[in-house]
């Protein structure tokens, strides 16, 4: 098997086995897809419930299941639109917002360890292959 037609299988395992890894870091009861509402909702501020469905690409019932589980544990709040009365946005809470910084603190925490065990040829592989991953993502 060549590299055109193996690397992609390899990237796929490898980036889902560290995915799954990071996600056992998160701070609290918290589900990957939650996680990633949270933060989407600290990066663009009152949101609503259809915009965050559609940046993090569910469906808005799925979205609606999320928020509200969000809201139970206290992570975010809603609040009515300003210009809509209708329409509610939600807004992360200080709790959230700490909830996010421990996880990225525990994540960040179990890369620096595994990257502190690599060569320092290896770490300077690693650092050239983020912009690629990076570029791979955002396509």
């Known amino acids: 098997m060549d590299v055109v037609t193996s690397l992609p299988a390899e990237l796929r395992v490898s980036i889902l086995r560290l995915s799954r890894r990071l996600r056992q870091e998160a701070a609290g ?20 419930l259809g915009e965050l469905a559609a940046f993090e690409r569910v469906a808005p019932p799925s979205m609606t299941r999320i928020a509200s589980r969000l809201e139970e544990q206290g992570l975010v709040a809603r609040v009515a639109d300003a210009s809509d009365r209708r329409v509610a946005r ?47 993502a955002s396509a």
């Open 29 to 48: 009861q918290i589900t990957a897809s939650q996680l990633s509402a949270l933060g989407a909702v600290l990066r663009h501020g009152e949101i609503s």
């Open 90 to 136: 939600l807004v992360i809470t200080p709790i959230g917002e700490s909830l996010l910084n421990e996880t990225r603190t525990r994540r960040d925490a179990f890369l620096a360890e595994r990257i502190g065990m690599l060569t320092e040829e290896e770490r300077e592989q690693l650092n050239c292959a983020v912009p690629i991953l990076e570029k791979l």
